[in-house]
Nanobody, 125 residues
Framework: QVQLVESGGGLVQAGGSLRLSCAAS????????MGWFRQAPGKEREFVGH???????TYARSVEGRFSISRDNAKNTAYLQMSSLKPEDTAVYYCAIATATPWGAPRDRSEYNYWGQGTQVTVSS
């Protein structure tokens, strides 16, 4: 059974930093594309970034240069390092993996088939 567990969310002031973790069990993270998404109240869940099986990354324009995805294969855990946070970054953040397309580069949430429960990030102004 695949399980993804996010942690690291919290309240931070604008301009601050947070690091989210996504611990996986049941599948090896490095074997699949791994994505981060976020959902603000009243809005659709949106793509934040992903790390491909190769280790390459892609980010949404709104976070490029401020957010960074990394992976610790020994711990089977991925990270989302968020810096220069803005109030508009406030959302529930989710990690997900796309096991049906191990060599893909998915940006659409429909392409991801396993999801974590989410962790709240609140950025105060």
């Amino acid at each position: 059974q695949v399980q993804l567990v996010e942690s690291g969310g919290g309240l931070v002031q604008a301009g601050g930093s947070l690091r989210l973790s996504c611990a996986a069990s049941g599948r090896t993270l490095s074997g699949y594309p791994m994505g981060w998404f976020r959902q603000a109240p009243g809005k659709e869940r949106e793509f934040v970034g992903h790390m491909r099986r190769s280790g390459g990354t892609t980010y949404a324009r709104s976070v490029e240069g401020r957010f960074s995805i990394s992976r610790d294969n020994a711990k089977n855990t991925a990270y989302l390092q968020m810096s220069s946070l803005k109030p508009e970054d406030t959302a529930v953040y989710y990690c997900a993996i796309a096991t049906a397309t191990p060599w893909g580069a998915p940006r659409d949430r429909s392409e991801y088939n396993y999801w974590g429960q989410g962790t709240q990030v609140t950025v105060s102004s």
